[in-house]
């Protein structure tokens, strides 16, 4: 039986957005807004402005350019 954790947390066409991938890619935005803000922004206020949800909205976003772009040829 396939674990919660292996499921992606979102499809987009035929590509997936695995759980894994979802929290490197949030990891390094918060590392960049962290900097980019002097460190001046904490980790609840990172969740308050639902940095995973932009993340992942992002993400979702780039996925369905590429395969507009590969189906354009």
């Given amino acids: 039986m396939k674990q919660i954790q292996d499921r992606?947390?979102?499809?987009?066409?035929d590509r997936k957005i695995s759980p894994e991938t979802l929290h490197?890619?949030?990891q390094d935005e918060m590392k960049?807004?962290?900097t980019q803000f002097?460190?001046?922004i904490s980790l609840?206020?990172?969740k308050a402005l639902r940095i995973h949800?932009?993340?992942l909205e992002r993400m979702a976003q780039?996925?369905?350019l590429?395969?507009?772009?590969?189906?354009l040829g």
Avoid: N
């Fill in 32 to 34: 960049r807004l962290q």
């Fill in 62 to 64: 780039g996925l369905a």
């Fill in 38 to 40: 002097k460190d001046v």
């Fill in 66 to 71: 590429e395969q507009l772009v590969h189906h």
């Fill in 53 to 55: 949800q932009h993340v």
């Fill in 44 to 46: 609840e206020q990172l």
């Fill in 8 to 13: 992606p947390v979102a499809t987009v066409g």
């Fill in 24 to 26: 490197f890619s949030v």
